[in-house]
């Protein structure tokens, strides 16, 4: 568990797994004698968002816990962006460069390395469409509702798009990226030929699941805490509005 | 294949993570979701599909209980109960506190024995039939005009079943869906044509 009080590097010296969150929230290391919640303060994050995270982390509980729901949809949304750009940037690349790797493997047949790279492509489009339409459409929408949201805000010509767009159209769209990342370690596991280069299968795999780990954390965040959070807003800037 | 239906709820943070640490040593289990209160686990449990659940007797009330018909609560629950106070009965299995580990071992994996899935298959994601029939053919190439042709349907209703198909398993490519055949053993690597899908 890590506390408020805590010193921000106590912390991490002593639970390792926090270091990924660091990229995520974008705070530096460097953190002197200052506390956790010193520490989120400069770097413009909500501490109690922080250690929500963080202990959930700690305790391989799953992410969303349901405390999680009384933050603001900015710190979530935030925090969302700086995990898709995450992936973007770091985790599914990592996963590529790998993949290739495999791909020049000498006991795969020309079958297998066809059907591994055009898996990979399409997933790697399909991956960052998902994330697109997130950070273009659904993101920035989330946000101007909270804005709305606020007394003294009303926007008539928001309101009347309320009527055509809602959350409910991406929930039902909304697909997870996670299965077929299951499928691919599967196949390796169990359909493709050993391969001599044992370790790089080892390394495939273990990035796979932790990518898998990822984003399983990450879509149960956006269905069954920001979804939820954000019809609840909807009808209430709905209500608000129609009356007296 | 990790389960991935299995929830643990109870009220005591102590006690669930008892429970879960005793269905992790388990054969296969990898997955459990907790909850800790009633609200957030009903809206759960009414859209997902589950392998079992295992909640105390105190959160296991009447209005909860409505929510499930028997061969339900039967197959797939059990009540955690203490020192043997709960009498709730109707068939559905219990395990109690003054249990011994390996009583409580053998109750939840004769649960989850009698409702094991096939090889590789993963229960959330069951397909019909008809649309394993329809992820062969992509898998092999097929078009969806030629799908229609194959099975007599028409076009519109090859991509509805597409359609549904995408959203069940998350999958929409046709690559994707070909590993997903290959590995739930709807079609094997050596059918496929070489050519690049
Ligand atoms: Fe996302
Ligand atoms: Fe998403």
Redesign the pocket.
């Known amino acids: 568990m890590i506390s408020r009080e805590m010193a921000m590097c106590r912390a991490v010296l002593e639970n390792n797994r926090l270091l990924p969150l660091f990229a995520r929230f974008n705070i530096r290391l460097g953190f002197g004698e200052k506390s956790v919640e010193e520490v989120c303060w400069i770097n413009e994050v909500d501490p109690d968002f922080f250690m929500e995270i963080a202990n959930a982390y700690l305790e391989e509980d799953d992410i969303p816990r349901e405390d999680l729901a009384h933050f603001p949809l900015k710190s979530m949304v935030k925090y ?1 962006r700086a ?2 750009t995450y992936y973007l940037e770091v985790a599914l690349p990592r996963v590529e460069l790998l993949i290739t790797q495999l791909l020049n493997q000498p006991e795969l047949s020309q079958k297998e390395v066809n059907l591994l790279s055009g898996f990979f492509d399409d997933y790697k489009k399909e991956f960052m469409q ?2 697109f339409q ?1 950070e273009n459409e659904v993101l920035p929408y989330i946000l101007e509702l909270e804005k709305q949201s606020l007394p003294d805000q009303p926007d008539p010509e928001f309101i009347s798009s309320l009527k055509v767009y809602s959350i409910s159209k991406f929930e039902q769209e909304h697909d997870r990226l996670e299965y077929s990342l299951e499928n691919l370690s599967r196949l390796i596991i169990k359909y493709l030929p050993p391969l001599e280069n044992q370790e790089l299968c080892l390394k495939v795999l273990a990035e796979l699941s932790d990518l898998v780990k990822d984003l399983v954390d ?2 149960n965040m ?1 269905d069954r805490v920001l979804i939820p959070r954000v019809s609840e807003l909807e009808q209430q800037v709905l209500s608000e509005k129609k009356g007296p | 294949m990790n389960r991935t239906g299995i929830i643990v709820a109870a009220e005591s943070y102590l006690l669930r993570k008892g429970v879960v640490s005793i269905l992790n040593r388990m054969p296969g289990v990898s997955v459990v979701r907790e909850f800790e209160a009633l609200p957030a686990l009903e809206k759960f449990i009414q859209t997902r599909k589950r392998d079992l659940l295992v909640i105390t007797y105190t959160l296991f009330d009447q209005s909860f209980k409505q929510l499930f018909n028997e061969g339900d609560l039967q197959d797939r629950t059990i009540i955690l109960t203490h020192k043997r106070e709960w009498q709730g009965g109707s068939g559905i299995p219990t395990i109690d506190s003054d249990d011994g580990k390996g009583l409580i071992i053998n109750k939840m994996q004769a649960l989850l024995d009698a409702q094991v899935p096939g090889p590789d298959e993963d229960p959330l994601l069951t397909l019909s039939p008809r649309e394993k029939t329809i992820v062969r053919l992509v898998s092999l190439g097929y078009t969806n005009k030629q799908i229609a042709g194959e099975l007599f349907l028409s076009a519109h209703t090859v991509i509805t079943h597409r359609k549904n198909i995408g959203h069940k398993l998350g999958i929409k490519s046709v690559s994707g869906l070909t590993v997903y055949a290959i590995v739930n053993n709807i079609i094997t690597l050596e059918e496929l044509s070489s050519n690049p899908v």
Do not use: K, Q, S, Y
């Open positions: 969302l995990t898709h998902h994330i997130e990450h879509a956006e």
